[in-house]
Every structure is written in structure tokens, then in C-alpha cells.
Nanobody
Framework: VQLQASGGGLVQAGGSLRLSCATS????????VAWFRQAPGMDRVFVGV??????????YYADSVKGRFTISSDNARNTVYLQMNNLRPEDTAVYYC???????????????????WGQGTQVTVSS
């Protein structure tokens, strides 16, 4: 299984982008699929996750993006999306999608819990 993130770009503050995470193999509902971001010189941080069926397929977001970002997927979960609205300059980062089966609830926001990673896509928000 491989992941490939795309859809990044340059946008003005207040604008929107939609990132896609395409899987080359089968990511089923037993996987948690998450988005992380990493700004230059900073640690990779949690953005949001679609939890597995183990946790009711609930979606969780970091407080910094709650109400602005939305995670969704196609029915087959071949592609997971991150819709980003009302973007701010502080959202500038490389965005990564990640997936792993059997991630426990307390680890959903931890990069170390994910075995599969996409290559990252750059998002730049100008002020």
C-alpha cells in the first residue's frame, strides 16, 4: 500500500485548497487515515484524522484547524481529502497523509503511530 498526497499550492489568506491522498492499495475501514503538517524547522504536527471502524469512524481535528478544515473520503476510501477553508499564513507547511491499521485512540494524533506515509505536498498561504 502506498499513499500519494497532492493538491498543494500557493493561496492568499482566506482562500481554500483541497488536498487529496490517493492510495495504491487497499485502505479499508480498519485503518486510521490522518493528515499532518510540518513547517520549516518545526516538528510534524497533527491536523486531523479519520479514525478506523474500531473507533466508530469518527473524525478528529486539531484545535487550530477545527471549523476550517474537513476530512472526507470516497466510498471505497481510495482517496481521502482534506478540504481547507479560510486559510491563514500560519497554515503554511508541507502536508502529509498517513495511514495505519489498529491505531489506538490515544495515539491518533501521534506521527509515530502511523506506518504508511505519503510524500507530502506544499501549502503556502500568503498574507
Amino acid at each position: 500500500v502506498q499513499l500519494q498526497a497532492s493538491g498543494g499550492g500557493l493561496v492568499q489568506a482566506g482562500g481554500s485548497l483541497r488536498l487529496s491522498c490517493a492510495t495504491s492499495g487497499r485502505i479499508d475501514s480498519s485503518y486510521a487515515v490522518a493528515w499532518f503538517r510540518q513547517a520549516p524547522g518545526m516538528d510534524r504536527v497533527f491536523v486531523g484524522v479519520g479514525a478506523s471502524n474500531r473507533h466508530g469512524n469518527r473524525i478528529y481535528y486539531a484545535d487550530s484547524v477545527k471549523g476550517r478544515f474537513t476530512i472526507s473520503s470516497d466510498n471505497a476510501r481510495n482517496t481521502v481529502y482534506l478540504q481547507m477553508n479560510n486559510l491563514r499564513p500560519e497554515d503554511t507547511a508541507v502536508y502529509y497523509c498517513a495511514a495505519s491499521p489498529s491505531v489506538i485512540l490515544s495515539n491518533l494524533a501521534s506521527p509515530a503511530a502511523y506506518a504508511l506515509w505519503g510524500q507530502g505536498t506544499q501549502v503556502t498561504v500568503s498574507s
